[in-house]
Protein backbone atom coordinates (compact mmCIF):
# COMPACT_ATOMS: atom_id res chain seq x y z
CA UNK A 1 0.00 0.00 0.00
CA UNK A 2 1.30 3.44 -0.97
CA UNK A 3 1.74 5.90 1.94
CA UNK A 4 0.75 9.01 -0.24
CA UNK A 5 -1.82 10.62 -3.00
CA UNK A 6 -0.57 12.60 -5.58
CA UNK A 7 -3.01 14.46 -7.79
CA UNK A 8 -1.80 16.66 -10.82
CA UNK A 9 -4.21 18.88 -13.24
CA UNK A 10 -3.67 21.72 -15.74
CA UNK A 11 -5.65 24.61 -14.71
CA UNK A 12 -6.42 27.20 -17.20
CA UNK A 13 -5.86 30.43 -14.94
CA UNK A 14 -2.52 32.22 -13.89
CA UNK A 15 -0.21 31.05 -10.52
CA UNK A 16 -1.22 34.20 -8.98
CA UNK A 17 -5.02 33.17 -9.17
CA UNK A 18 -4.58 30.16 -8.25
CA UNK A 19 -2.25 30.82 -5.07
CA UNK A 20 -4.99 32.80 -4.26
CA UNK A 21 -7.64 29.92 -4.23
CA UNK A 22 -5.90 27.98 -2.63
CA UNK A 23 -4.68 30.55 0.57
CA UNK A 24 -7.44 32.81 0.75
CA UNK A 25 -9.38 31.20 3.49
CA UNK A 26 -12.81 32.04 2.13
CA UNK A 27 -12.01 30.89 -1.73
CA UNK A 28 -10.19 27.70 -0.06
CA UNK A 29 -13.53 27.18 1.86
CA UNK A 30 -15.87 27.82 -1.66
CA UNK A 31 -14.34 25.03 -3.80
CA UNK A 32 -13.14 22.79 -0.49
CA UNK A 33 -16.82 23.11 1.03
CA UNK A 34 -15.90 24.20 4.31
CA UNK A 35 -16.25 27.48 6.69
CA UNK A 36 -13.07 27.90 7.68
CA UNK A 37 -13.12 30.60 10.86
CA UNK A 38 -10.13 33.12 9.79
CA UNK A 39 -7.01 33.62 7.47
CA UNK A 40 -4.09 31.00 7.27
CA UNK A 41 -0.90 31.86 9.08
CA UNK A 42 1.65 29.71 8.65
CA UNK A 43 2.34 28.17 12.12
CA UNK A 44 -1.11 28.14 12.98
CA UNK A 45 -3.83 26.09 13.14
CA UNK A 46 -6.94 26.47 11.11
CA UNK A 47 -10.46 25.18 11.65
CA UNK A 48 -13.63 25.45 10.22
CA UNK A 49 -16.89 23.45 9.66
CA UNK A 50 -17.53 21.24 6.68
CA UNK A 51 -20.25 21.89 4.47
CA UNK A 52 -19.97 18.87 2.32
CA UNK A 53 -24.01 17.12 2.43
CA UNK A 54 -23.18 14.21 4.70
CA UNK A 55 -20.30 15.56 6.87
CA UNK A 56 -21.60 18.69 7.92
CA UNK A 57 -21.04 17.30 11.64
CA UNK A 58 -16.97 17.33 10.95
CA UNK A 59 -14.79 20.06 12.26
CA UNK A 60 -12.46 20.77 9.65
CA UNK A 61 -8.81 21.75 11.80
CA UNK A 62 -5.36 21.96 9.92
CA UNK A 63 -2.18 23.32 11.02
CA UNK A 64 -0.83 25.24 8.16
CA UNK A 65 2.66 24.25 7.62
CA UNK A 66 4.11 26.34 4.77
CA UNK A 67 2.95 29.72 2.75
CA UNK A 68 5.71 30.20 0.42
CA UNK A 69 4.41 32.29 -2.47
CA UNK A 70 3.79 31.41 -5.30
CA UNK A 71 4.81 27.88 -5.37
CA UNK A 72 3.88 25.98 -2.19
CA UNK A 73 0.81 25.97 0.47
CA UNK A 74 1.45 22.86 3.13
CA UNK A 75 -0.96 21.78 6.04
CA UNK A 76 -0.77 19.02 8.00
CA UNK A 77 -4.47 17.18 9.70
CA UNK A 78 -5.55 14.16 10.68
CA UNK A 79 -7.13 12.64 7.89
CA UNK A 80 -10.59 11.29 7.38
CA UNK A 81 -11.30 12.44 10.93
CA UNK A 82 -15.20 12.04 11.09
CA UNK A 83 -16.22 10.31 13.44
CA UNK A 84 -17.64 12.94 16.35
CA UNK A 85 -17.26 10.50 19.20
CA UNK A 86 -13.47 9.36 18.18
CA UNK A 87 -10.79 11.23 19.58
CA UNK A 88 -7.34 11.54 16.99
CA UNK A 89 -5.44 13.98 19.17
CA UNK A 90 -2.69 10.88 19.49
CA UNK A 91 -2.33 9.74 15.62
CA UNK A 92 0.50 11.82 13.41
CA UNK A 93 -0.96 13.76 11.05
CA UNK A 94 -0.74 13.51 7.61
CA UNK A 95 1.17 16.40 5.35
CA UNK A 96 -0.93 17.95 2.48
CA UNK A 97 1.16 20.01 -0.29
CA UNK A 98 -0.23 21.91 -3.41
CA UNK A 99 2.56 22.73 -5.38
CA UNK A 100 1.98 25.18 -8.33
CA UNK A 101 4.01 25.58 -11.38
CA UNK A 102 3.88 28.14 -14.31
CA UNK A 103 2.83 26.35 -17.65
CA UNK A 104 1.93 27.66 -21.31
CA UNK A 105 -1.59 27.84 -20.52
CA UNK A 106 -1.81 29.05 -16.96
CA UNK A 107 -0.71 26.28 -13.99
CA UNK A 108 -0.07 22.85 -13.19
CA UNK A 109 -1.04 22.24 -9.79
CA UNK A 110 -0.15 19.15 -8.03
CA UNK A 111 -1.83 18.14 -4.73
CA UNK A 112 0.13 15.73 -2.14
CA UNK A 113 -0.97 14.02 0.80
CA UNK A 114 1.46 11.89 2.26
CA UNK A 115 2.45 9.74 5.30
CA UNK A 116 0.07 7.79 5.64
CA UNK A 117 2.18 5.01 7.11
CA UNK A 118 1.56 6.51 10.23
CA UNK A 119 -2.12 6.47 10.22
CA UNK A 120 -3.22 3.40 12.88
CA UNK A 121 -3.73 0.33 11.45
CA UNK A 122 -6.88 0.09 11.68
CA UNK A 123 -7.73 3.00 9.86
CA UNK A 124 -5.18 3.22 7.56
CA UNK A 125 -6.77 1.72 4.46
CA UNK A 126 -10.54 3.48 4.71
CA UNK A 127 -8.19 6.89 5.40
CA UNK A 128 -6.34 6.33 1.62
CA UNK A 129 -9.60 4.97 0.23
CA UNK A 130 -11.34 7.80 1.45
CA UNK A 131 -8.91 10.71 0.88
CA UNK A 132 -7.91 9.34 -2.39
CA UNK A 133 -11.30 9.98 -3.60
CA UNK A 134 -11.78 13.13 -1.73
CA UNK A 135 -8.90 14.47 -3.56
CA UNK A 136 -10.31 13.69 -7.45
CA UNK A 137 -13.70 15.25 -6.67
CA UNK A 138 -11.45 18.38 -5.24
CA UNK A 139 -9.11 19.04 -8.44
CA UNK A 140 -12.53 19.05 -9.99
CA UNK A 141 -13.65 21.53 -7.39
CA UNK A 142 -10.86 23.89 -7.64
CA UNK A 143 -10.56 23.83 -11.53
CA UNK A 144 -14.37 24.79 -11.69
CA UNK A 145 -13.73 27.90 -8.95
CA UNK A 146 -10.53 29.03 -10.91
CA UNK A 147 -11.55 28.44 -14.44
CA UNK A 148 -14.70 30.34 -13.89
Known amino acids: ?49 ITYPGYEHVRWTATIKCMDEPTLFSFTWIPYAVDPDTDYSSETPTLVEFRLEPTSKGTRLTITESGFDKVPEYRRAEALRMNEGGWAEQVKNIKAHVER
Do not use: C, Y
Request: a negative charge.
Open 1 to 49: MSDRIEKTIELNAPVSRVWQAITDHREFGEWFRVRIDAPFVSGEVATGQ
